[in-house]
């Protein structure tokens, strides 16, 4: 089958630093690097190198064509990746020597995707398909009804985190991804747990203590301990485990095995500096002999 990712497509720009800056200081940092990222680049990037078929939904600017090629180079289908007259979208990640990160981000085109670009791609969706989609675009409503009235099954990894975004979904969602931050702050705004959700699967990751899958279907909880790593940058991991999971379901692999294959390739993923271009491919992954 195929994913369908409505997604950002931004330039990262990476100083590795002692310390995040603290407002006011000035610090000099001990590296710098340059590469691909956005939350929607770097999920499409992992579903690719977990060995699905993926169609990137969105828009650069005309400083944004490298980014296109690269996605491509990477096994992603760009046929709906169109240019706009806005500037391409960058981000500016601290990343300090523990591998924790603060994340300045410019959206730039990838809050003007046109609408027709959206329907368009979804035109060539079928039932059976998976939709997908994160809070750094445009068009997240239309989007998701659009793929449930096609008969897709639509994800939504909610990060950046905003209640109302996720609210204004949550009705046509069959999968939700976020952290435990996340949960909170949506159960905040709702009054809902995961557990009591409309959402059929929900899945919230715990970092170094691992996930826990909600199959609100069932009413059942199972919690899934992380492999351990140490970390070196934990820029895209989140990403990584969710284009992975999608992956995985997409190909038809039941919750479980999926959220285990994810898991591994979240962990060596915060062993590498970097975002979609140090995403682990499925042979990385398989051959892992992490715990």
């Not at 009804?145 to 209640?163: C, H, I, N, S, T």
Request: aromatic share 6%.
């Amino acid at each position: 089958m195929t994913i369908f990712n409505l997604g950002s497509v931004n330039a990262d720009v990476f100083y590795r630093l002692p310390h995040l800056v603290a407002p006011g200081e000035t610090l000099a940092a001990s590296s710098v690097y340059e590469g691909l990222g956005g939350k929607g680049a770097n999920m499409s990037v992992a579903v690719a190198r977990a060995g699905a078929k993926v169609h990137h939904i969105g828009a650069v600017g005309p400083d944004g064509r490298w980014a296109v090629d690269r996605l491509s180079g990477y096994g992603v289908d760009t046929a709906h990746l169109v240019q706009v007259d806005e500037k391409t979208g960058h981000a500016i990640i601290m990343v300090d020597d523990a591998g924790e990160n603060a994340i300045l981000l410019y959206p730039g085109a990838n809050q003007a995707i046109p609408a027709e670009t959206v329907s368009n791609a979804l035109a060539g969706a079928g039932a059976g398909d998976l939709a997908l989609m994160q809070n750094e675009t445009c068009h997240q409503v239309a989007f998701a009804q659009a793929a449930k009235r096609a008969g897709l099954r639509v994800a939504y990894a909610a990060a950046p985190f905003e209640a109302a975004a996720v609210q204004a979904v949550l009705g046509d969602l069959d999968i939700l991804v976020l952290n435990q931050v996340e949960a909170d702050q949506l159960k905040k705004a709702t009054g809902l747990g995961p557990d009591r959700l409309s959402v059929k699967d929900v899945v919230v990751t715990l970092g170094a203590v691992g996930c826990d899958w909600y199959d609100n279907a069932r009413g059942q909880r199972d919690h899934f301990d992380a492999p351990k790593v140490t970390p070196v940058d934990t820029t895209g991991a989140g990403d990584t485990f969710t284009g992975y999971l999608l992956a995985g379901l997409d190909q038809g692999t039941d919750m479980a095995s999926a959220i285990a294959q994810a898991q591994k390739a979240g962990a060596i993923m915060v062993t590498r500096q970097g975002t979609a271009d140090v995403i682990p491919t499925l042979a990385d992954v398989q051959a892992w002999s992490g715990t």
